[in-house]
């Protein structure tokens, strides 16, 4: 591997987040961005307002920087308001504590960090359906929904099992994981994004397109989630099974890009060639995953996967980071969903590709 490429990379996002941290309102968890400046989403309770917390955490990790601790720890107690108003909690407390308490916890020792997170995975664990042995995702009428993002809040599951040395929690996450593999996970290797369960009786009813192009397509954020998440459940529990699964999915993956002779993903692997909505978060959640299955694999074995990655992010990093003082975001191009806000950057493509540049420097802390 060119390490040359990863620390000039890394010396950009060390000067590109001194800045975005300190010119960022200190209560601001950012989503994407307008005229170059972050924006929120503007509610407290958003699944994605970990990840700003997340890249902070990153950054204390790799550079000591206080700066970063101090804007984290103030960041996570606002969290508060969601984590104790509960009403309009989801199954997104995982990227929401795992990234932002149970981060403090696992670089500070925080006591009052890790009782957050133990909060919240009890929140989640409070989510699995016992008839259809799988965490419920939304809220509302969505009683016997559940979705392939889920695979990514298991390990706060995992985490509360080790933190109070009881499995219950694990089990839970186990049975979600073993559903996925039962019913989420194509023969061909791709993944369903939404699969609606009857909630009194578990029977499966139907699946749903979701934030993909349709149903019976390939919505490629979700294959990420897959990837990753699969991978985790492996490394927490050591089922082959879980490995077997993230390899698989990979492969469809890989093979996919291969075919359209582009290493950053669209947003759906089956929508029609135009309009082309690209999203480059889908690609460096993956590349996270695939470099997470290369660490568990012999020698012999790795290359497919860590190189992938690697073309995944060097593709991500040459044609859609802004490295300019002008832009707070760096990653360009990720995509909401197949119907909505398109080819803009979004928080967690900015996470993913700092955590991909971390492992790959071989500085990280896995969050998950
Ligand atoms: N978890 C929602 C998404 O990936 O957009």
């Known amino acids: 591997m060119q390490m040359s490429w990863v620390n000039d990379v890394w010396e950009k996002v060390e000067k590109k987040l001194a800045l975005t941290s300190s010119r960022t309102a200190n209560d601001m968890f950012p989503y994407t961005t307008e005229n170059g400046r972050f924006v929120a989403k503007g509610n407290l309770y958003w699944w994605t307002n970990g990840f700003w917390v997340g890249i902070l955490w990153l ?24 984590l104790y108003g509960f009403d309009g909690l989801h199954h997104d407390v995982g990227f929401m504590w795992l990234l932002s308490s149970v981060a403090n916890y696992r670089l500070t020792g925080n ?78 290797g791709s993944v369903i994004h939404i699969n609606c369960f009857d909630p009194e009786t578990g029977e499966l009813l139907e699946n749903l397109g979701g934030q993909g192009y349709t149903e019976g397509s390939s919505w490629t954020r979700g294959q990420s989630w897959a990837i990753y998440g699969l991978a985790l459940s492996y490394i927490h529990t050591k089922q082959q099974k879980y490995l077997d699964a993230a390899k698989k999915v990979a492969h469809y993956f890989i093979a996919a890009l291969a075919a359209a002779d582009d290493f950053v993903p669209n947003c759906d692997f089956r929508a029609p060639a135009e309009p082309v909505y690209k999203d480059t978060t889908a690609g460096v959640i993956a590349a996270c995953g695939m470099i997470e299955i290369s660490r568990q694999l012999p020698e012999f074995e790795k290359d497919l ?64």
């Not at 929690?169 to 593999?181: E, G, M, R």
């Not at 802004?322 to 760096?330: P, Q, R, T, V």
């Open 305 to 368: 996967y860590f190189n992938a990655a690697l073309k995944i992010l060097k593709a991500t990093e040459r044609d859609y980071a802004n490295w300019s003082d002008d832009e707070d975001s760096i990653i360009q191009m990720g995509t909401e969903s197949y119907k909505n806000k398109h080819n803009i950057p979004i928080i967690y493509a900015d996470y993913y590709f700092i955590e991909a540049l971390s492992k790959l420097r071989g500085k990280d802390v896995l969050f998950w």
């Open 59 to 82: 950054m204390y990790n790799e550079t000591k920087d206080t700066k970063y601790k101090t804007l984290a720890e103030s960041l996570e107690v606002k969290l508060d308001e969601p």
């Open 111 to 188: 006591e009052e960090s890790k009782k957050r997170g133990m909060i919240a995975a009890s929140v989640l664990a409070s989510r699995y359906n016992m008839a259809g042995k799988f965490i419920r995702a939304w809220n509302r009428e969505r009683v016997g929904w559940s979705i392939i993002d889920t695979m990514m809040n298991l390990p706060l599951l995992y985490w509360a099992s080790r933190e109070t040395d009881d499995p219950r929690f694990s089990h839970i996450a186990q049975s979600h994981a073993d559903t996925v593999l039962e019913t989420f996970i194509r023969p061909d």
